[in-house]
């Protein structure tokens, strides 16, 4: 045999053992526990929704999900930990909205959000709401928005950080509207309410299941909710698209992988998510934390994806929202 052939043999030889390797490696998948790494710290709602999935998913999959948290910058480093990890199907990362806005918040990032992950699955939805305090003399988000209009430069909304799910819909309105508001920015969401309590600010955005017990028990006012539809939690409550046309920010958990994380693994994962979501005790816990399941498909997933980095692209360029790490 000529040492052409030789060589030749030997590389078809390496490559079919690779690509057999590849195969049974996604047969076989999963055969040891599976990461989520977390964009939170370890008590907040997304986390919580983390592990609600971890332990659906352990009745769809063969293998228990470890939750791992990190919110170290807004959860940047939890993607570029995912982005770093071998694509092998056994590291995702669990994120909130900031998987389509750190990208533009920071001017290097460490990763490109389109060319560095694949899609898996949107997990759940839901709204953000709008809230003021009683003594504002407005009592839905078209009388704010009046209000703000005749006092420019007079109030102020609070959020837990540069750049977060608490500060870009506030951006978005205030350039939507044209408003002249202040920013002023807190350390989480508990010091943003209790600054809203105190008057020193007179408008915040949080999820619903946190200000909930505050509207109910008049301690602040529900203004309008970020979805393009009406909450039955709070049905008299506007959404702010009822005011401002095309208005809509909804909350939202997705499941990502690192980009060349096998396909089968990827839809395998993916159909896991949606069986897990819509089994009736995992729906009954969303529901408690009044969030709606989703469980898209990797491709829905691609395409909110592009709405949301589009989105977020406008209005922090618009707002001049940069952090320099």
């Known amino acids: 045999m000529s040492l052409l052939r030789q060589l030749a043999t030997v590389i078809a030889v390496g490559l079919g053992a690779t690509l057999g390797g590849t195969a049974v490696a996604q047969d076989t998948w999963p055969d040891r526990p599976i990461r989520f790494i977390v964009t939170s710290a370890a008590g907040g709602g997304v986390d919580l929704m983390a592990r609600l999935l ?37 590291t995702f990362l669990f994120s909130g909205p900031g998987q389509a806005s750190l990208p533009y918040v920071y001017k290097s990032p460490g990763y490109d959000v389109r060319r560095d992950f694949a899609s898996v699955s949107l997990v759940t939805r839901y709204p953000l709401v709008m809230v003021t305090t009683p003594d504002l003399p407005a009592k839905n988000i078209a009388e704010f928005i009046a209000l703000v209009k005749k006092n420019p430069g007079k109030y102020a909304f609070g959020s837990s950080g540069i750049g977060g799910t608490s500060h870009i819909p506030l951006e978005a309105l205030k350039s939507q509207a044209g408003l002249d508001m202040i920013h002023v920015p807190y350390r989480g969401s508990g010091q943003t ?13 949080d999820g619903l299941a946190p ?47 690192p980009a060349k994380t096998p396909p089968a693994i990827i839809e395998r994962m993916s159909k896991a998510i949606a ?51």
């Open 54 to 90: 971890a332990e659906g998913l352990s009745q769809e999959l063969p293998q228990r999900v470890i939750v791992e948290n990190n919110g170290t910058a807004g959860g940047l480093i939890a993607a570029r930990t995912v982005v770093k990890s071998e694509p092998d199907g056994y």
């Open 193 to 205: 309410t209790a600054a809203l309590l105190g008057g020193q600010i007179q408008l915040v955005i």
């Open 211 to 257: 200000q909930l017990a505050n509207i109910q028990d008049g301690r602040v006012r529900a203004l309008a909710l970020t979805t393009t539809t009406r909450s039955p939690v709070l049905p008299d409550v506007p959404t702010v698209s009822e005011s401002l046309p095309g208005f809509a920010f909804p909350m939202w958990v997705a499941v990502f992988a």
């Open 275 to 325: 069986a897990a979501v819509k089994t009736p005790a995992l729906a009954k816990r969303f529901s408690e934390l009044m969030v709606d399941p989703v469980g898209s498909t990797p491709k829905e997933l691609d395409r909110f994806m592009e709405e949301q980095l589009a989105f977020n692209k406008t209005v922090i360029e618009k707002a001049g929202i940069h952090i320099q790490e």
